[in-house]
C-alpha cells in the first residue's frame, strides 16, 4: 500500500532567503540520504517539492509544499520518527518553521 506524505511549510518572518533556500535543498536531498535501517538503501518511492505558485490564492501564509511517497505506512512511520537524516532535517530546520501541515493519504483509499 502506497502512502503519499504531503507537507506544506510556513517560514518564520525571521528566516532569511537563504535559509529557506538551504531548509527546502535538504528537504529534497532526503530522498537519496533517507536509509532503511535494515538495508542501507534508499527507501523513498519519489520526492518533489517547491515554492508555491497557485494563482488561486488558498495557500495562506505557506509557500512551499513536498511530496514524499513511500511504498507503505512502516516505511512512512519510520522516516517520521526514527530515520536519523529527516531527524537531523527536523532539527535544523524546525528553527525556521512558523507552522507546518502534514497530509497524509493512500491513493484512491477514501
Request: proline share 5%; glycine share 6%; aromatic share 10%.
Amino acid at each position: 500500500m502506497t502512502i503519499v506524505h504531503v507537507v506544506l511549510f510556513e517560514w518564520k518572518p525571521s528566516a532569511s532567503h537563504a535559509q529557506v533556500e538551504e531548509a527546502c535543498s535538504r528537504m529534497l536531498a532526503l530522498k537519496d540520504e533517507c536509509l532503511s535501517a535494515s538495508s542501507q538503501k534508499p527507501y523513498i518511492k519519489s520526492f518533489s517539492g517547491g515554492r508555491n505558485n497557485s494563482p488561486e490564492g488558498h495557500a495562506g501564509a505557506f509557500t512551499h509544499g513536498f511530496v514524499v511517497e513511500f511504498e507503505s505506512a512502516d516505511d512512512r512511520d519510520y522516516y517520521v520518527s526514527e530515520d536519523p537524516a529527516h531527524q537531523d532535517f527536523v532539527k535544523l530546520t524546525g528553527p525556521h518553521i512558523e507552522n507546518v501541515k502534514v497530509l497524509d493519504y493512500e491513493p484512491g483509499k477514501l
